[in-house]
């Protein structure tokens, strides 16, 4: 058995015309969902974020991932994500979960240079 190829279909809502990305899932998550078990995805699963909502597909392989996302059902419903100029992401993995960006606070320098050394005798 192989592992699967999990890939991710980020969609934000859509800030200036107040369209949120729930109601897009809620259109479009019965059709996806049934074209994805009739073209042989193993896993699929839906989140939920402040931000928007996450797909989360598995397929055996690559090449069934990339005839899902080219079905006109597919393409349909990725054409009518709330922000289509920037509110659709669309990549390998898993997407959403890893949280806002913090950058690491500053390091301290090593102290060493900071220490006299003792006069040589």
Partial sequence: MTAADWWSIEVLDAERAGVSAAGWRDAHAQALAESLVTNGASSWQWFAHNWGVVLEVAFAEERAWLDWKSLPGTRAALDAVPDPLSGLLVH???????????????RVPPAADRVALPDPA
């Fill in 92 to 106: 390998r993995g898993h997407g959403g979960a890893s949280g806002s960006y913090v950058p690491a606070p500053p």
